[in-house]
């Protein structure tokens, strides 16, 4: 069973910066995709951002420009850097993990507990 831990949430003024991170508690198969969605109160989960573990990225056109999330395998670490937050960007983030089981093909999703980012004006 793996377990994603997050951290870097908080509090913080329209125009400025946070950092997220997510850990992964086990080792992981080396086919995957680490990313983050969010969901604000009274809207569906959304993607913010998602990379493969060939290194792809994908990002919805509301953060092009001001997200980038990148990866340390070695760490089975992903990161969401967040510039020139709004506050349109207040959500609870989840860190999202999904993973293919050798052989079988099978994918394997996980999430961690949330957290809270909070954009002010």
């Known amino acids: 069973q793996v377990h994603l831990v997050e951290s870097g949430g908080g509090l913080v003024q329209a125009g400025g910066s946070l950092r997220l991170s997510c850990v992964a508690s086990a080792t992981i198969f080396s086919i995957n995709t680490m990313g983050w969605y969010r969901q604000a109160p009274g809207k569906q989960r959304e993607l913010v951002a998602s990379?493969?573990?060939?290194?792809?990225?994908n990002y919805p056109d509301s953060v092009k420009g001001r997200f980038t999330v990148s990866r340390d395998n070695a760490k089975n670490t992903v990161y969401l850097q967040m510039n020139s937050l709004k506050p349109e960007d207040t959500a609870v983030y989840y860190c999202?993990?999904?993973?293919?089981?050798?052989?079988?093909?099978?994918?394997?999703?996980?999430w961690g507990q949330g957290t809270q980012v909070t954009v002010s004006t």
């Open positions: 999202n993990l999904v993973t293919i089981v050798p052989v079988t093909g099978t994918p394997i999703q996980y």
């Open positions: 990379i493969t573990s060939r290194g792809t990225i």
